[in-house]
């Protein structure tokens, strides 16, 4: 029987059940406690542990039990929610949902995928407040009312001018990232080669999915939460849907399948014929979506850059 480990994660504490002995213990979420809890899981011969995602607070722990050669896996904490209430496992206390995510884990049996690497959280961290900064220029625009007072309309102008320079300074800061590695500089080559992805979607996809050239088609749309799902019951079907996976790489490839669809051939040619054939806009931009997506991993698989033919 496989020793499944699931740990409840706060920000100072690891709440530890061991399914197989139903053994439950706990240790502080820092350096010495995780070296402590590493040593003891390689003992045990701890065969997966897995955390919620936390906001946060989970990364070390995943990283340094990954580090230990322990098979470590982040589950979606509201799948473990529904699994308790399927359950019937209304009460909720740190021990419990440890005990619940070894559960669910040995029920389900998800995928374990390598976790991303420290350049590749950082490429990631860069990003997020590439985004952040540009939602707040964005703000601070929307803000320019021509009835505003003088003063406040220079008050947004000076921020705005400060967003700008620190937008300048984030992309100088991920030319240096992608510099550094030459894997990331042949890479990002091969995606922007293809017309309508830029170097912001490039990016993105090497932070965010590391995985790209290593899955198949349906492996990579579920990933990026592109591969529909049917409702369907008795003679009922209602319409399929999309949705979960990597919420960033879905936004950056609906705008990149948004120009693409302007300007690459096959994408465009694509798009336009399920529209002809009665495909609502949207369904025809979903599945261009999803093959763009099936075109950068055969890519990075093949190590093939864009050919319009």
Known sequence: MDVVVGIDVSKDRLDVHVLSSGESFAVANDDEGLDGLAARLLSMKADIVALEATGGYEKLAAAALSGAGLAVIVINPAQVRAYANALGKRAKTDPIDAAVIAAFVAATRPQIRPLRDEESRALAALLSRRRQIIAMITAEEQRMDPALAKEAQKSIRRLLAALRRELDSLDADLDDHIRKSPLWRVREALLTSVPGVGRVTARTLLAEMPELGSLDRRQVAALAGLAPWTRQSGKWKGKSLIGGGRATVRTVLFMATLVAC????????????????????????????????????????????????
């Open 262 to 309: 302007r300007h690459n051939p096959v994408l465009k040619a694509f798009r336009d014929r399920l529209v002809a054939s009665g495909k609502s806009k949207i369904v025809a931009t979903v599945a261009a979506m999803r093959k763009l997506l099936t075109i950068l991993n055969a890519m990075i698989r093949d190590q093939k850059s864009w050919q319009n033919d």
